[in-house]
Each structure stands twice: as C-alpha cells, then as structure tokens.
C-alpha cells in the first residue's frame, strides 16, 4: 500500500507562485507513476500533471507553460510548481499514484485559492 500526503496549498494572488508537495511512503517501489488532479467545487476531477517512473511527464494543455511536475526520488516526493496561477487554478488539488496490483492511490488534498 501506498501512503500521499499533499502540502504547500495555500492562498495566493493571481500571477503568483505556489509549489506543492506530495510525500510518497509504504510501496514505494510499485509506483509506476504520480500525478496532480484539481477538483474545482461543481466539476469533475481533472488530470493536471503526471511523472512516470522513468521521468517522463506530461501535462493538460491548461496548465502548459505555467507549472512543472518534478521529483525528488531520495525524499519521495513529487513536486508541482505552479506560476502564473489564474483564479481559475482555484481547486483542491490531490495527488495521486499508480501503484502495481494496488491500483490507485490518493492523498487528502490541498487547497488552492487564487484570488483576482
């Protein structure tokens, strides 16, 4: 089993900076790979960010540009630096991994708010 905490949310003003972090513990080594989700009060979860286990990554075109998934693979922890935040960013952000012959994994979340 594989154990997220989020942290690093908070409120910020819009075109400011915010980085979250994911501490990954337990099955570490059956993660195949980690991702950042948004859900935004009345809509779906959405895929935001994801790294896979040989560091490839790959991002939904809203947030092209402006933030960056990374990992520090001696701390477990997976890293989203988000800039240029809009307040549509507005959302509580979670962190999830794929885990082999587990499935899914989720944190708690995080709150992000960005006001105008």
């Known amino acids: 089993q594989v154990q997220l905490v989020e942290s690093g949310g908070g409120l910020v003003q819009a075109g400011g900076s915010l980085r979250l972090s994911c501490a990954a513990s337990?099955?570490?080594?059956?993660?195949?790979?980690i991702g950042w989700h948004r859900q935004a009060p009345g809509k779906q979860r959405e895929l935001v960010a994801a790294?896979?286990?040989?560091?490839?990554?790959n991002y939904a075109d809203f947030v092209k540009g402006r933030f960056t998934i990374s990992r520090d693979d001696a701390k477990n922890t997976v890293y989203l630096q988000m800039n240029s935040l809009k307040p549509e960013d507005t959302a509580v952000y979670y962190c999830?991994?794929?885990?082999?012959?587990?499935?899914?994994?989720w944190g708690q979340g995080t709150q992000v708010t960005v006001s105008s």
């Open positions: 999830n991994a794929a885990v082999l012959g587990y499935g899914a994994a």
């Open positions: 337990g099955s570490i080594g059956r993660i195949n790979a």
């Open positions: 790294i896979r286990l040989r560091g490839s990554t």
